[in-house]
């Protein structure tokens, strides 16, 4: 039995064919058909069949469709299977013609003479796919074949143009009529057209695609194009003997995606028949560095007719690639006893040989760009392809080579590549769970390959149950072993590891220690315990092979698996104190920069006490208070992995410390859930210590925490627990902090017991001869007298607050304290010195760095224009806050534009 989609949609049985009616059942079949031996989810049928608008009942007539598929289409050749919420065609691959037609292309990568299997798979389409089935997803399936199958043809035609000519026009003719604009199409019949002799007709052809281009698109012939129009113009070569043509390319992978614009930038390279090119390909190990080379080497192979040559470096001497030549020259028909002795010989016998053809060389894996340079074709019209684990720039400087980096799949490439593997129905039945295989493979391909080739032999498996072995598994690469070692990941990356020098090994593993794939030079060389200076040097070797990427000056990254392979070299390698001191160093860089960036940006914040750092830990410096911010943005994101690696090394001082080091910035970004998160760490640290001072601390900013996000019941129940510990501990001073924080929480529904706590807390203060903390007492007790429609006492304490934050140099409690002003003057009525003072508060509160308050503060000023009847200005006001709440990725912006839009509205 063979089901038919490259046509009218059809079964053939016995040598007879027999048409698949209704249009319902024809569609029904091809959707289960292109994803045979796969899943297909009913959701996805009934779209298939019926499109975006299902119609009631749709799923009742479904079940008769696929009864009538089980009955009269396949008889008891196959089977439609209910399974996993959806419906399973299970038969071989080979009963339906796509994928007998995907195989046969694929195969003719894999042998010397591609021309049988390409003839073969064309030879199964019948005319157009799914000839006459209506709907979105038939039409897409269609555009799709028909781009493979112009594709397929063209390779086709390329291979046999040399020995039946007359065949390849009779193909192309009908090809270049349906699409006059595809150089390749014109480029290929105008060569079978001079091969077939009619080098005239060649010439028209040429001559009315270019006037075609130039009329639509207005651009001229391409490099290929052109390549063929001047072979045309010269006399054919009559001393040509008859040589060996080599076909040394290994099959190419099956499953490939993406990589567009490099293949693009490759074909162009090639596009140059004048001059030899190099081209070098590089990038982490399991990126896909061979594989692109050799998709790409497949495709184009056609544009080398004297032949393609390939060579494994890997396993030869770095220095000594030579050992290769004599292989190359007996593939370029080079008696072995013709073949001299010495290197400088063979090399120049080697390029003698490649004069006057068109040669591909793919020099796979190199190792070093010596390594390489006596293997390159340098004959015009030639091209090399090496890959490598290195960078091999020097190939650059010395031969001229066009450099391509690869990094890992973009998401949307990665998600391609298990549907390639599993069909489209699994991966979209768990979008969550597809979402975390790419994620936890870090978009490496090699990763995505192993786990996707597990699936596919697991057809029943859910993705969400392999998406939880793979997050069980942690820092461990075991899901990505395989018994082949080309492509088990540990062996992968060991070959780039043990090619390194011992101090950078030891930098590579030390690297493994830090929980997040980001991080400054200076933590690194904190981790190793080396000079800034050094750590520079070793990192850039890494960066060279590819272990570690240098993404800005001081910046350094770290995939997650080659992370999790340093981590498990580092167990293997060092001893359990080694790595133990390592941690110890790196958190105490984290937590004396933090520290430093906190006295750099909060002058006003209390410092807390803290121990040197240990010998070996290299600590931030920063010139101002725009590095401190950024060096504060960039270590915030692995601040929730450093608490947990110094929770699970037993460093619970480090772990409520650092917490402590980093509240002010994320308060200022108004990050209250991650402030609830990170603090709920350090008081389950302090509380292991016994430090009730640090557990007061922590109690006070989860308590912040829950009032800036309304939940007054929480936050008075953990400031109440601060208080009640700091009355123990004797600290007037931190006491009063707590009352004042209190009040923001009773402040919305018990403004006059909020007021007691405030006063409370100003006589705390001014014992204490804490002047800036009376200050901040003060702006409250305003805040507070104005709720309580005490107007002219409130204005006076706003007042008396911002003077003495003025003469202290405060700047954020200054402009806290001018917003406070505003407000009263708002409730006052006085419109215009309101609306002065919100506007010196939004600028003091800009100057400090926080956003977040000076968003809250551009709201009330638009409040005041609205309440002043200038509509425009609080527009504007409200449009300045929005992108304010942006910057910190606050949900309060879309609340904002939602206002500004009903002022808008008629």
């Known amino acids: 039995m063979l089901i038919r989609l490259l046509g009218p949609v059809e079964v053939e049985r016995s040598g007879q064919t027999w048409p698949v009616r209704p249009p319902q059942v024809a569609l029904a079949l091809a959707a289960l058909a292109w994803e045979v031996g796969r899943v297909v989810p009913v959701d996805t049928l009934l779209a298939r069949v019926w499109g975006e608008q299902v119609p009631p009942g749709a799923r009742r007539t479904l079940y008769t469709i696929i009864t009538r598929i089980r009955r009269d289409?396949?008889?008891?050749?196959?089977?439609?299977?209910?399974?996993?919420?959806?419906?399973?065609?299970?038969?071989?691959?080979?009963?339906?013609?796509v994928p007998r037609f995907r195989d046969l292309a694929d195969q003719a990568m894999a042998v010397p003479d591609p021309a049988p299997p390409l003839g073969a798979a064309l030879a199964l389409w019948r005319g157009d796919p799914l000839t006459g089935l209506p709907g979105e997803w038939?039409?897409?399936?269609?555009?799709?074949?028909?781009?493979?199958?112009?594709?397929?043809?063209?390779?086709?035609?390329?291979?046999?143009?040399?020995?039946?000519?007359?065949?390849?026009?009779?193909?192309?003719?009908?090809?270049?009529e349906e699409y006059p604009l595809d150089e390749l199409v014109a480029a290929a019949l105008i060569e079978a057209l001079h091969a077939w002799g009619r080098t005239a007709e060649a010439l028209a052809h040429f001559a009315r695609v270019r006037r075609t281009l130039a009329a639509e698109l207005g651009v001229g012939p391409s490099a290929e194009l052109r390549r063929v129009h001047r072979k045309l113009l010269r006399p054919a070569d009559t001393t040509e003997s008859a040589r060996p043509v080599p076909a040394q390319l290994p099959v190419a992978l099956r499953h490939f995606v993406g990589r567009s614009a490099e293949l693009d930038r490759l074909a162009a390279i090639g596009d140059q028949p004048a001059a030899a090119a190099v081209c070098a390909i590089s990038g982490p190990p399991g990126v896909g560095k061979s594989s692109l080379a050799l998709r790409w080497a497949h495709l184009h192979r056609d544009r080398f007719p004297d032949g393609q040559l390939y060579a494994d470096l890997s396993t030869i001497d770095p220095a000594d690639g030579a050992v290769v030549l004599p292989r190359f020259l007996g593939a370029l028909g080079v008696a072995e006893a013709q073949v001299p002795s010495g290197v400088e010989a063979q090399i120049g016998l080697y390029r003698s040989m490649l004069d006057c053809r068109r040669v591909l060389v793919v020099l796979d894996d190199a190792?070093?760009?010596?390594?390489?340079?006596?293997?390159?074709?340098?004959?015009?019209?030639?091209?090399?392809?090496?890959?490598?684990?290195?960078?091999?720039?020097?190939l650059a400087v010395t031969a001229g080579a066009h450099l391509v980096g690869l990094d890992v799949l973009p998401g949307d490439d990665a998600y391609d590549l298990l549907v390639a593997w599993l069909g489209e129905a699994r991966p979209a039945a768990e979008p969550e769970a597809t979402a975390n295989i790419i994620r936890r493979c870090g978009r490496l391909p090699l990763a995505l390959a192993i786990v996707a080739a597990q699936l596919a032999r697991r057809?029943?498996?859910?993705?969400?149950?392999?998406?939880?072995?793979?997050?069980?598994?942690?820092?461990?690469?075991?899901?990505?072993?395989?018994?082949?070692?080309?492509?088990?990941?540990?062996?992968?990356f060991g070959r780039s590891y043990r090619d390194l020098p011992v101090p950078a090994a030891r930098l590579f593993r030390r690297l493994g220690q830090h929980p997040g794939p980001h991080l400054p030079?200076?933590?690194?060389?904190?981790?190793?315990?080396?000079?800034?200076?050094?750590?520079?040097?070793?990192?850039?070797?890494?960066?060279?092979?590819?272990?570690?990427?240098?993404?800005?000056?001081?910046?350094?990254?770290?995939?997650?698996?080659?992370?999790?392979?340093?981590?498990?070299?580092?167990?293997?390698?060092d001893t359990r104190a080694a790595r133990r001191s390592a941690t110890?160093?790196?958190?105490?860089?984290?937590?004396?920069?933090?520290?430093?960036?906190?006295?750099?940006?909060?002058?006003?914040?209390?410092?807390?006490?803290?121990?040197?750092?240990?010998?070996?830990?290299?600590?931030?410096?920063?010139?101002?208070?725009?590095?401190?911010?950024?060096?504060?943005?960039?270590?915030?994101?692995?601040?929730?992995?450093?608490?947990?690696?110094?929770?699970?090394?037993?460093?619970?001082?480090?772990?409520?410390?650092?917490?402590?080091a980093f509240a002010e910035f994320l308060q200022r970004r108004g990050l209250w859930e991650e402030i609830l998160r990170t603090q709920a760490v350090a008081l389950a640290a302090a509380g292991r210590l016994g430090d009730r001072l640090a557990e007061a601390r922590c109690h006070n900013s989860i308590a912040r925490a829950h009032a800036r996000l309304g939940r007054d019941g929480e936050a008075v129940e953990h400031f109440e627990r601060s208080v009640e510990l700091h009355r123990d501990l004797g600290e007037p001073v931190l006491r009063a902090h707590v009352h004042l924080g209190l009040t923001v929480a009773l402040s919305r529904t018990r403004p006059d017991e909020a007021l007691s706590h405030t006063l409370h807390a100003l006589e705390l203060f001014r014992q204490a001869g804490d002047v800036g903390g009376e200050a901040r007492a003060l702006n409250n007790s305003g805040w507070l007298r104005a709720q309580l429609g005490e107007y002219d006492d409130a204005l006076a304490d706003c007042r008396r607050a911002q003077r003495l934050l003025a003469d202290l140099g405060y700047t954020q409690g200054e402009g806290h304290a001018w917003d406070s002003v505003a407000h009263v003057l708002h409730l006052k009525g006085d419109y215009a010195q309101a609306m002065a003072c919100f506007e010196r508060a939004a600028e003091l509160l800009r100057d400090c760095d926080d956003p977040h308050a000076a968003a809250e503060t551009l709201v009330r000023l638009g409040e005041t224009h609205v309440a002043a009847g200038d509509v425009a200005a609080a527009l504007d006001a409200w449009k300045q806050a929005a992108e304010f709440f942006d910057t910190v990725g606050d949900a309060q912006a879309a609340k904002v534009r939602d206002r500004i839009v009903s002022f808008h509205r008629p």
């Open 73 to 97: 289409v396949l008889a008891d050749e196959g089977a439609v299977v209910r399974r996993l919420g959806g419906y399973l065609l299970d038969v071989d691959e080979s009963a339906v013609d």
């Open 138 to 176: 038939a039409e897409r399936a269609r555009h799709r074949l028909r781009d493979e199958r112009r594709e397929l043809l063209l390779r086709w035609a390329r291979v046999v143009t040399g020995r039946d000519a007359a065949a390849a026009v009779a193909a192309l003719a009908p090809l270049a």
């Open 367 to 394: 190792r070093s760009a010596t390594q390489v340079r006596p293997l390159l074709a340098t004959a015009p019209g030639c091209l090399t392809l090496v890959t490598g684990r290195s960078e091999l720039s020097g």
């Open 459 to 492: 057809a029943d498996q859910p993705l969400a149950e392999a998406a939880a072995d793979l997050e069980r598994a942690g820092a461990d690469l075991e899901p990505f072993a395989h018994s082949d070692p080309a492509i088990d990941l540990r062996h992968v």
């Open 521 to 573: 030079l200076s933590a690194a060389a904190s981790l190793a315990a080396l000079p800034v200076a050094r750590t520079r040097e070793l990192a850039a070797h890494l960066d060279r092979v590819n272990l570690v990427e240098i993404r800005a000056p001081g910046r350094l990254r770290l995939h997650d698996l080659l992370r999790v392979y340093a981590s498990e070299q580092a167990r293997a390698a």
């Open 584 to 660: 110890r160093r790196l958190l105490d860089y984290y937590l004396h920069s933090a520290c430093a960036a906190n006295a750099m940006c909060y002058p006003h914040r209390d410092h807390l006490p803290l121990d040197p750092p240990a010998r070996g830990t290299v600590v931030e410096r920063f010139a101002g208070p725009t590095e401190a911010l950024w060096w504060y943005a960039d270590a915030a994101v692995a601040l929730p992995a450093l608490l947990a690696e110094a929770t699970a090394a037993g460093f619970d001082g480090h772990a409520w410390r650092l917490a402590w």
